[in-house]
């Protein structure tokens, strides 16, 4: 009998812990099967074979047989319950939620199913696990080291294709609808915002104002006194000060309300002033610099050093 490893179903995917069972049938890794859970039975997908004996030793009598013709087929699973499917029309828009209507998009999800990554993770597994336990001692050893290197750069360029796989439609799906709605919010932006920059220039306009009616003030005050000076403490003009209006700070409706607010900006006008505290080196800039002269360079207050990396070159 063959040895190997499950997870199962649950709410439609399969994932969380592995468990492990014989199975009367040669399976491969990503069959569904309904396998024997306590006193009935349910579904599963294989996520390992051929698993070591060595593994079971400490419960091998509690391991369970999955019985022969117990692969679940395509035609048996209901298209809504199958992984990596979605079938239109099923309620997915919470009650909270504004009512959608339109086309159904059909993408690809649960790439934890798919047999090929499953191959693929427990490749990326066996790789972590050989570092970890790799010890070097001699020229010798980094023969296999840089054979595990080469496979890496492999499996992580097979891992990104496969992810793109699965992003893309995603992606381009996303782009469209984002593009749809950030069109919108561009127009009510600038809607937004030429109504924010009336109300903050009606409120300077009216400042302005204000700031008029104080000098005209100030000006008559000035023109009454060098009267009453040439004119023996005497002045025939009118010193009432013009009344100065105090510009609008909120306007309350019965939708909302709107009001203004100071916020502090700040402008840099002399670099060399600045404290110390305050001056940035501009480390994009160096870096460029440094790499351009592959580290032989000297810079005043900075430190070169290189760094061993390890390039790998894969055929």
Do not use: C
């Not at 468990?19 to 009935?40: A, K, M, Q």
């Not at 749809?180 to 009606?202: G, H, I, P, W, Y």
């Not at 104080?214 to 004119?231: C, D, G, S």
């Amino acid at each position: 009998m063959q040895l190997v490893k499950v997870k199962y179903s649950k709410d439609g995917s399969y994932s969380g812990r592995e468990y492990t069972y014989y199975s009367e049938d040669d399976l491969d890794i990503g069959d569904i099967v309904n396998v024997p859970v306590r006193d009935t039975t349910g579904k599963a997908m294989i996520s390992a074979i051929d698993v070591p004996e060595y593994e079971i030793e400490k419960f091998r009598d509690k391991v369970k047989i999955i019985p022969a013709g117990s692969v679940v087929k395509e035609d048996d699973e209901p298209l809504n319950q199958m992984p990596g499917f979605f079938l239109p029309g099923a309620e997915v828009i919470k009650e909270d939620k504004p009512t959608i209507e339109g086309k159904t998009a059909i993408i690809t999800i649960e790439p934890e199913t798919n047999a090929a990554v499953i191959s693929l993770t427990a490749e990326v597994n066996k790789l972590r696990d050989y570092a970890l336990s790799r010890v070097v001692t001699s020229d010798l050893e980094l023969t296999p080291l840089t054979n595990d290197l080469t496979l890496i750069a492999k499996v992580k360029k097979s891992i990104t294709d496969y992810k793109e796989v699965y992003i893309r439609p995603i992606k381009n799906h996303l782009d469209s609808v984002s593009g749809v709605f950030n069109r919108l919010l561009d127009v009510l932006k600038e809607a937004d915002t030429v109504n924010r920059s009336k109300f903050t220039a009606f409120k300077a306009a009216q400042e302005k104002r204000a700031r008029d009616i104080e000098e005209t003030n100030r000006q008559a005050q000035e023109i009454a006194q060098k009267q009453a000076t040439l004119n023996q403490g005497e002045f025939t003009v009118d010193t009432t000060p013009i009344a100065v209006p105090e510009p609008v700070q909120k306007v309350s409706t019965l939708s909302g309300t709107a009001s203004t607010y100071g916020i502090p900006k700040h402008e840099v006008i002399d670099f060399k002033a600045l404290p110390d505290d305050y001056k940035m080196p501009d480390e994009a800039k160096l870096s460029k610099v440094i790499k351009a002269a592959n580290g032989r360079i000297t810079i005043a207050g900075v430190k070169i050093w290189f760094e061993d990396r390890v390039k790998v070159n894969t055929k």
